[in-house]
């Protein structure tokens, strides 16, 4: 942050260990990450604490997230 003082955001992604589990058993290499690891990773988890941070919560949709995600940081979208 030091080096990058201003236009920061921050999401926290807020997905109980049930739900990051079922997401990872649909990754090609969920194999290489076992249920023991992923658990003690879990458990680190947490948001960052800094001002503005946008806690997104399990029930919001992808389109929500995003329009957060791009109305908070002004991202223009491209139309391709």
């Keep these: 942050l030091a080096l ?3 236009e920061n955001y ?3 992604f807020d997905i109980s ?3 990051t589990l079922r997401r990872h058993k649909t ?3 969920s194999s290489l990450l076992t249920i ?3 658990q003690e990773l879990y458990s ?3 948001p960052s ?3 503005g941070e946008h806690i997104i919560s399990e029930t919001t ?3 929500q997230a995003c329009k957060l995600i791009i109305d908070t940081s002004a991202v223009p979208i491209l139309m391709i």
């Design 4 to 6: 990058h003082p201003t």
């Design 61 to 63: 949709s992808a389109a």
């Design 27 to 29: 990754r090609q290499k």
């Design 49 to 51: 604490g800094y001002t």
């Design 17 to 19: 260990f049930e739900g």
């Design 36 to 38: 023991e690891k992923m």
């Design 10 to 12: 921050f999401f926290y």
């Design 44 to 46: 680190r988890t947490g």
